[in-house]
């Protein structure tokens, strides 16, 4: 069956989404995620009480709660709108000050003004049919697409995947060669006589953060193996054998590399700890916060 061209698979495979509730939240998250939205936090994608909201966020410094709304087909706007303002309603009842609504479903300009209006003392997001597909449909977002819709890349995409990724390297080189020209500064002012070498810190080296930061980035992957593992094992999920495989060996090499005692399980302080020490050096490596990609 050939797959269809110009964004329209995409769009008709979100459409017609037929995985349920938990793997749409999941996708809502990853999308928010790479939209700038920070903390993300599904509450129960597997089902139970929610509070009234799918997930917890943040935005531009405040609390925001999150709904996602993923039916199969095209519904009618009365019920898109009833299940909008059943969630909006989630704001108030989690001291939040942003909504953010994401949906498979098509939503023309007035029904999209008509939902942000329903309460003005609340900032509103929307991430309809159109925006997610077009979301899905960049560089950024293809290993999403295929995780969740099934869509391989064509050869025009693997062009386009390159060379945002060639784009993407150049600047954290440009960035680096930047901070390794205003380290050796930093070293010809540290040398001076105006300077005590035993008040003064060592700025580390670039071998050193890059060192550091991947090291955090292999332990990071390693717990989310774990957990991957035991969902693999309880045949809650399942894996390509060949990719299984070699998720398998890389374990195992971690474990050899760093010892069994050094890596998780983790208490909630020291993954915190992990993920934002990860963070903040990617962050100096020239990538944006929160890049936890592993």
């Not at 769009?11 to 037929?18: A, K, S, V």
């Not at 945002?164 to 001076?192: G, P, R």
């Amino acid at each position: 069956m050939s797959r269809m061209t110009e964004g329209r698979e995409t769009w008709h495979r979100l459409l017609e989404w037929d995985r349920g509730q938990a793997p749409a939240e999941r996708l809502a998250a990853i999308i928010l995620h790479n939209e700038g939205f920070q903390n993300v936090d599904p509450i129960h994608p597997l089902g139970g009480r929610d509070g009234l909201k799918d997930m917890t966020l943040s935005y531009g410094g405040k609390k925001w709660v999150g709904g996602v709304y993923f039916p199969r087909g095209q519904q009618s706007f009365s019920d898109i709108k009833t299940k909008f303002i059943h969630d909006i309603e989630g704001v108030k009842a989690n001291n939040a000050q942003g909504f953010v609504f994401v949906t498979n479903q098509e939503l023309r300009l007035s029904e999209r003004q008509i939902l942000s209006e329903i309460d003005d003392n609340i900032d509103v997001q929307i991430y309809h049919l159109e925006r997610v597909s077009s979301i899905l449909n960049t560089p950024l977002n293809y290993g999403v697409r295929m995780e969740f819709l099934d869509i391989d890349m064509t050869k025009e995409e693997q062009l386009s995947f390159f060379s945002a990724y060639s784009q993407k390297m150049a600047k954290i080189e440009n960035v680096l060669e930047k901070l390794s020209v205003e380290l050796e500064d930093y070293k010809t002012i540290y040398k001076s006589d105006d300077f005590d070498d035993e008040y003064v810190d060592r700025p580390r080296t670039l071998e050193e953060i890059s060192f550091m930061a991947n090291e955090f980035c292999e332990k990071i992957w390693f717990d989310r193996h774990l957990v991957l593992r035991e969902k693999v094992e309880q045949k809650k999920e399942t894996v390509d054998p060949k990719i299984w495989e070699g998720a398998l060996a890389s374990a195992e090499k971690m474990i050899r590399k760093y010892g069994e005692e050094n890596l998780s399980p983790y208490s909630t302080f020291e993954w915190g700890m992990l993920n934002g020490k990860l963070s903040a050096l990617r962050w100096v490596m020239g990538e944006d916060w929160d890049e936890l990609y592993t």
